[in-house]
């Protein structure tokens, strides 16, 4: 089953690399060199979460239409075809955007639309395929390898990329991103190889529908609150991530490499802080390591507004690793909050409406902190007033997470769900 686990780990791995080059080096570049609306490329990289709720159709239809006998493997190459597609061609499309806006806008749709529906087909299948290999029993560990893997990939990617298009040239641009995606693809075939078995009949199993998440939040006071807090947590956590290397280049001219560096940085500190979180959690539980969470974040976030102000590189690059810090703290807590506030009968229903939140919150804070961004610009003329802004209110979103944290009662919803492990609570994050 390791071989499995292993494979499985390379598929997500596969995924994951195609996102850092357009949500770490292009989404500078459209912002600082091309001059591109912020609010313009939040709304191209916002098309997966905009897309999220066909996974609901992709797994019900999977379910029962397997492909030559396999269920998940044609849908997982679909899914990172079109994923490696969208991240070779984005370049093109944000010099194209430049030359011509009308055709760069047009072509920006159908390659950032291909990653985003290659990102929804990929994860849907192969989390259903890593939950069928590995059983209940099994499942913990097998999302643990791939999402560890996912993260070590991450901060590899960020700082091969780095090297690659340093000195920065258009050219160099696109190379770099054709050697991510090529060695995606690569290591994607791999994970496939003989993973699955061939289905021999339909499956029965049951799907829920949004609807219903939706029904099962709506019902539940104690959830509704859980809901919020999470959407506004991670909206605020979660939407600077096209925000913060255009901020780096535009407070401190940082170069481009440099600031493909920074997401090896922030990846670095999460894994540092998982660790942290496993020794926490049963010393001050759940609840308290999660407004640990989010004070470390808000405190990153107050940190790099300060060394907006200040012109301050390390005060920024302390707000990163408390940024970091903060972020993994919250994954591993929320996640432990997240399995508690779910119902024996329906886990799926709830892990399906946490993950509608993630989904929400993303969506949210990816199109809020670029609008906001280039409205606070025009209106002040200061490019880094408008970044400064953005930061500032994700603080506030985070202070306000914190007042609903205080009133969400684990035990007023249900009895604790069964104990796993710090770690392969803290990996199924990958999962939602």
């Excluded at 600077?240 to 500190?269: H, K, N």
Aim: hydrophobic residues 55%; aromatic residues 10%.
């Amino acid at each position: 089953m390791i071989l499995k686990r292993l494979q499985l780990g390379l598929i997500h791995v596969a995924v994951a690399m195609t996102l850092v080059p357009i949500n770490s080096t292009l989404n500078r570049v459209m912002i600082k060199e091309l001059a591109i609306s912020a609010a313009l490329v939040a709304a191209l990289a916002s098309l997966p979460y905009l897309f999220s709720p066909i996974q609901v159709a992709i797994g019900s239809f999977s379910d029962r239409h397997p492909l030559f006998g396999l269920r998940r493997s044609p849908y997982i190459l679909l899914g990172l075809v079109l994923c490696v597609i969208g991240v070779v061609l984005s370049p093109l499309t944000a010099f194209l955007l430049v030359e011509n806006f009308w055709a760069g806008l047009g072509v920006g749709l159908l390659t950032f639309g291909a990653w985003g529906m290659g990102y929804n087909f990929a994860s849907v299948s192969y989390l259903s395929l890593a939950s069928e290999l590995s059983g209940e029993k099994g499942k913990g560990k097998t999302i643990a390898i791939m999402w560890f893997m996912m993260i070590a990939s991450i901060i590899a990617t960020a700082i091969a990329l780095s090297e690659m298009v340093e000195p920065y040239t258009p050219q160099a641009l696109e190379r770099a991103f054709w050697a991510i995606g090529l060695v995606a693809l690569l290591l994607g075939l791999i994970g496939l190889v003989r993973l699955e078995g061939r289905s021999t009949g339909r499956t029965t199993s049951e799907g829920y529908s949004w609807g219903m998440m939706l029904g099962a939040i709506l019902e539940n006071r104690q959830a509704r609150l859980f809901f919020w807090y999470l959407t506004i947590l991670l909206a605020a956590i979660l939407g600077q991530d096209i925000l913060l290397e255009p901020y780096g280049a535009e407070a401190f001219g940082l170069t481009v490499q440099q600031t493909t560096r920074i997401t090896s940085m922030w990846g670095g500190c999460v894994l540092i802080a998982l660790l942290l979180a496993g020794a926490l959690e049963g010393r001050l539980g759940k609840r308290n390591v999660a407004r640990w969470g989010a004070w470390g974040a808000l405190i990153g976030f107050a940190l790099i507004v300060i060394s907006g102000i200040n012109l301050s590189l390390g005060v920024f690059y302390l707000g990163v690793v408390f940024l970091g810090i903060g972020t993994g703290l919250s994954t591993v807590s929320n996640l432990s909050l997240m399995l508690d506030m779910t119902t024996a009968e329906n886990v799926g229903l709830f892990i399906g409406a946490w993950g509608m939140a993630n989904a929400t919150s993303r969506l949210v804070g990816t199109i809020l902190g670029g609008v906001v961004r280039d409205v606070v610009t025009q209106l002040s003329g200061f490019p880094l007033t408008g970044y400064v802004t953005v930061f500032a209110i994700e603080a506030v979103m985070l202070a306000g997470s914190l007042l609903l944290l205080r009133r969400i009662d684990v035990r007023l919803f249900q009895e604790k769900a069964e104990a796993v492990s710090v770690v392969e609570r803290a990996a199924m994050a990958g999962e939602v």
